[in-house]
T-cell receptor, first 112, second 113 residues
Framework: NAGVTQTPKFRVLKTGQSMTLLCAQDMNHEYMYWYRQDPGMGLRLIHYSVGEGTTAKGEVPDGYNVSRLKKQNFLLGLESAAPSQTSVYFC???????????FGSGTRLTVV | DAKTTQPPSMDCAEGRAANLPCNHSTISGNEYVYWYRQIHSQGPQYIIHGLKNNETNEMASLIITEDRKSSTLILPHATLRDTAVYYCIVGPISSGSARQLTFGSGTQLTVLP
């Protein structure tokens, strides 16, 4: 039982490049989330999903897209990376709205 | 969403109880209080949550005041591994709202040997 797995763990991108971050959970959770965390700050919600085939915008969605084609996977895409997207990205999942979240270990992304 | 106020930092002696306060004076009747912690850039870890009754699990106890405007997370016997940033968050009970948990700056707890 791996919980929440994020791929890759580290990545360096050049400005304008695109990439996809993968989040996979094996707990059969309905809800999945993508957060970003910048130095010295709390986590900010980018996008979330309340079930397979659904997505919704969070607090800071601009510059990102997401997809939830399979219940166990939640993908975060950067179409044209910018230095302002340099951050640590965390994925999380939960069984329901009022259950605690299980977080992945994070993806450290640097855009140069 | 109700906002929370936490002290930016606290120290605690190893083996002693750590009491982390949180003010959430604008909390509504349909919002839980959640506590998470983040150890040195790892992913946050869920600790406990409650509505209005005190709660206890294997990690901690949560004491919520009767008016629900504040709460205290208690780590009964703090160890060095409890050094982390602790987040107090309020969030909706039902899925009728599109609101999500908002993580603020939290309290940096340092457990001293």
């Amino acid at each position: 039982n791996a919980g929440v797995t994020q791929t890759p763990k580290f990545r360096v991108l050049k400005t304008g490049q695109s990439m996809t971050l993968l989040c996979a959970q094996d707990m059969n959770h309905e809800y999945m989330y993508w957060y970003r965390q910048d130095p010295g700050m709390g986590l900010r919600l980018i996008h979330y999903s309340v079930g397979e085939g659904t997505t919704a915008k969070g607090e800071v969605p601009d510059g990102y897209n997401v997809s939830r084609l399979k219940k166990q996977n939640f993908l975060l895409g950067l179409e044209s990376a910018a230095p302002s997207q340099t951050s640590v990205y965390f994925c999380a999942s939960s069984y329901s709205w009022d259950y605690g979240y299980t977080f992945g270990s994070g993806t450290r992304l640097t855009v140069v | 969403d109700a906002k929370t106020t936490q002290p930016p930092s606290m120290d605690c002696a190893e083996g002693r109880a750590a009491n982390l306060p949180c003010n959430h004076s604008t909390i509504s009747g349909n919002e839980y209080v959640y506590w998470y912690r983040q150890i040195h850039s790892q992913g946050p870890q869920y600790i406990i949550h409650g509505l209005k009754n005190n709660e206890t699990n294997e990690m901690a106890s949560l004491i919520i005041t009767e008016d629900r405007k504040s709460s205290t997370l208690i780590l009964p016997h703090a160890t060095l591994r409890d050094t982390a940033v602790y987040y107090c968050i309020v969030g909706p009970i039902s899925s009728g709202s599109a609101r999500q948990l908002t993580f603020g700056s939290g309290t940096q707890l340092t457990v001293l040997p």
